[in-house]
């Protein structure tokens, strides 16, 4: 906020500051404390600038590593308070804790810093990691209930760091996936908002398994409804021509018990 009082020059206590000068001002307050600073960091603030972007990177490297995932761009951007400017040079290494280790290694992150000197100070740094890679969307509006192909879908790249939705980068698989409402054109497509892929088709043959402690049979039989792995369907059995509710537990197999 802008000061209440008027600024005084200290030479005459009369004197006024020009009304466009708060207003050149004003972007300046608004900025973070520490970009206010940028131009004149102190040692210790330069090195713990350093050690922010350094975890971020090492962070951000294995997740995408792990996942396997192919990146546009990333940017990783740090800072810390205004009053870390008077914080000593800590003779030992400063130790950083992320705020929450669960979450990922993109979007806005916080970090507690330690030195373990005696004594010692902590303080706290933020890191802004930005992420941008090519993520499945709806290649053309389809109806609830259809099962994902191939010219469904196409890729588009997005700053991931800025969703509050999940996403589905390239190298994982919507094929057969059916959509649980109406999707339109353009729309980013997730396993989460999606019905998992058919492992039984109506009227295909399936094997049946019937299972009791210390006992299991089989038998051939027919879908008498779709259904996805973990659902409960009707199944006729070929050779008694009774009909039957079993769980569908992978591809074109069920599953009941006695």
């Known amino acids: 906020m802008l000061p209440k009082t008027p600024w005084r020059h200290p030479e005459h206590a009369e004197a006024t500051l020009p009304l466009v000068l708060p207003l ?3 972007p300046m307050l608004l900025l973070p404390p520490m970009a206010q600073a940028e131009t004149n960091l102190t040692s210790v603030q330069q090195g713990l ?3 922010l972007n350094s975890a971020a990177r090492l962070l951000l490297d294995q997740q995408l590593h792990e996942q396997g995932w192919q990146i546009e761009a990333s940017s ?8 870390t400017a008077h914080l000593p040079a800590c003779r030992q290494t400063v ?3 992320r705020s929450n280790p669960a979450a990922p290694a993109w979007g806005k992150q916080s970090y507690m810093l330690q030195c373990p000197d005696k004594p010692g100070w902590q303080t706290r740094g933020e890191v802004q990691v930005t992420l941008t890679l090519p993520v499945w969307v709806a290649a053309h509006a389809m109806d609830r209930g259809h099962a994902l192909e191939a010219a469904d879908l196409r890729p588009r790249v997005v700053d991931v760091s800025r969703l509050r939705r999940s996403f589905t980068p390239l190298n ?3 094929i057969g996936f059916r959509t649980q409402r109406r999707v339109s054109e ?3 497509l997730t396993q989460s908002r999606l019905g998992q892929p058919l492992a039984v088709h109506k009227g295909t043959p399936v094997t049946i398994y019937a299972r009791e402690e210390g006992f299991s049979a089989t038998a051939q039989g027919e ?3 779709d259904g996805s792995i973990g659902e ?3 199944v006729r059995n070929l050779a008694s021509g009774k009909r039957i509710k079993a769980e569908v537990t992978a591809q074109n197999e069920v599953e009941t018990r006695f």
Do not use: D, H
């Open 24 to 26: 050149l001002l004003l």
């Open 186 to 188: 353009g729309e980013m």
């Open 232 to 234: 409960v369907i009707s």
């Open 223 to 225: 879908a008498e409804a």
């Open 95 to 97: 130790q950083l804790t």
């Open 49 to 51: 600038l350093e050690q």
């Open 172 to 174: 994982q698989s919507l």
């Open 76 to 83: 990783i951007n740090a800072w810390l308070p205004g009053g």
